[in-house]
């Protein structure tokens, strides 16, 4: 029998999500480091913050992420996996971690410890701005669309069914990975969801869709 090329890409996609499970269902909820590098913004942040903001992170690496803000929500640093290490999340304040695995798709996914960085996710809504900053400065801007909350349904099992919170859809963590990590460029914040006591016991996703092409300020 011979696969079609696209039958043959999803089948190696699939392949690697029990990997991508483990961080589907980790329970991102560590304790903070101190990271003195980029503070958290306050109401009403003035452009020249933003300025400031980008200044900071500028290392004159051009296509490497180094940072994510939305006005008077977050001012945050981003920061790589590891090679082969699909599972790490930063555990430094203010800092989220850039998925290596969604960036492999196509699409930009960050990570954060939902007591950290992660805290922030959930004050985003449709149609709030995110803006991407990259090491030559080089803004991207999105705007919030969806927004998915997951309980997992075995919190401690890395294959856990997950329950959409909103629809009462059962499904996967493969289709959960393939929803979330997969499809046209976009933008997918990732942080767990603390209910009933257990750090780990939901996901929350936060999707977000380009505006514009990127554009040095």
């Not at 410890?113 to 985003?124: I, Q, R």
């Not at 009462?168 to 929803?179: A, C, H, K, P």
Request: hydrophobic share 40%; aromatic share 8%.
């Amino acid at each position: 029998m011979v696969l079609s090329t696209k039958t043959l890409r999803l089948a190696i996609l699939v392949s690697g999500l029990l990997v991508t499970s483990i961080l589907l269902l980790i329970g991102i909820h560590m304790q903070a480091a101190a990271l003195d590098v980029v503070s958290q913004t306050s109401p009403d942040t003035p452009d020249d913050e933003f300025e400031t903001f980008v200044e900071a992170l500028n290392n004159g690496e051009t296509g490497v992420l180094r940072g994510v803000y939305t006005p008077s929500i977050m001012a945050l640093e981003i920061v790589p996996q590891p090679e082969n290490d699909p599972g790490f999340v930063s555990t430094a304040d203010n800092v989220v971690t850039e998925f290596s695995q969604a960036n492999e798709n196509g699409i930009t996914g960050l990570l954060a410890h939902n007591t950290l960085a992660g805290k922030y996710f959930s004050e985003l809504a449709p149609g709030s701005i995110i803006r991407l900053v990259y090491g030559d400065s080089t803004i991207e801007e999105f705007t919030v669309t969806e927004i998915y909350r997951y309980q997992a349904l075995t919190p401690n099992d890395p294959r856990s069914d997950f329950l959409d919170l909103d629809t009462g859809e059962w499904i996967s963590v493969d289709t959960l990975f393939i929803r979330m990590y997969t499809g046209a460029t976009h933008l997918t914040f990732q942080t767990c969801i603390l209910a009933e006591g257990d750090p780990s016991w939901g996901r929350l996703f936060i999707i977000a869709e380009p505006m514009t092409s990127p554009e040095a300020p």
